[in-house]
């Protein structure tokens, strides 16, 4: 079983607010991914991580921001979040390398009003 | 443009049929790995395949990598209700980054 978590599993918020979604790996992954996914459909990765202060963009352009201060910590952030943010998001780790596994997080199912 | 297609989009059946599911790309990957997600949570790894021809079986599901490393299957034989999820290929092509498939929605109903 991955030991990877996230917080909240709901949000609904209202537009405007400042939000941030909360990710934690305890496996000492140094890649960390943020995916956005709309229910039952393809994921798409929007930030990754090769490991501490190190955050790119992924291939969805999408207005929130990432940091990578700790190995095990990866929070995503939406300064004001709208309507068209509303969404799955889902974080994952893996060692690093090419085709490592990915272990995911149970999601965030994020609703903005 | 996606980079990896996967057929069909929906698939529901009868349990205890046999089904296949496509994963193609016009591009080569390096490995190619199949998840499979359930409602409210994130994908969970059945398989990883490495290498062009490779065919893993794993129960009843069995996985098939193509002789050029551009395409994948999933067969699962005699499906039952707890296959139901989405089902979703991955091929990794450069360094660090997986490329995720469209997805097969597949339901099993009993």
């Known amino acids: 079983e991955a030991d990877i978590y996230q917080t909240p599993r709901y949000l609904v918020i209202g537009t405007g607010k400042k939000i941030t979604l909360e990710c934690s790996q305890t496996?000492?992954?140094?890649?960390m991914y943020w995916y956005q996914q709309d229910p039952g459909m393809e994921l798409h990765l929007i930030h990754y991580?090769?490991?501490?202060?190190?955050?790119e963009k992924g291939d969805l352009s999408s207005e929130s921001t990432v940091s990578r201060i700790r190995t095990e910590h990866f929070p995503l952030t939406l300064e004001s979040a709208r309507p068209s943010h509303t969404s799955q998001y889902l974080c994952?780790?893996?060692?690093?390398?090419?085709?490592?596994?990915?272990?995911f997080g149970p999601g965030t199912r994020l609703l903005v009003l | 443009t996606q980079l990896l297609e996967q057929s069909p989009q929906f698939l529901s059946i009868q349990e205890g049929e046999n089904l296949t599911v496509y994963c193609n790309s016009s591009?080569?990957?390096?490995?190619l790995q199949w998840y499979r997600q359930e409602p409210g949570e994130g994908p969970v790894l059945l398989v990883t395949?490495?290498?062009?021809?490779e065919v893993k079986k794993l129960k009843r599901l069995t996985f098939q990598f193509g002789d050029a490393r551009k395409d994948s299957s999933l067969h699962i034989t005699a499906a039952q209700p707890g296959d139901t999820g989405l089902y979703l290929c991955a091929g990794a092509r450069r360094a660090n980054n997986l490329f995720f498939g469209t997805g097969t929605r597949l339901t099993v109903i009993p």
């Open positions: 991580s090769y490991g501490v202060n190190s955050t």
């Open positions: 994952a780790s893996s060692r690093a390398g090419l085709g490592e596994t990915q272990y």
């Open positions: 496996m000492g992954h140094d890649k």
């Open positions: 591009s080569v990957f390096s490995s």
């Open positions: 395949v490495v290498t062009g021809g």
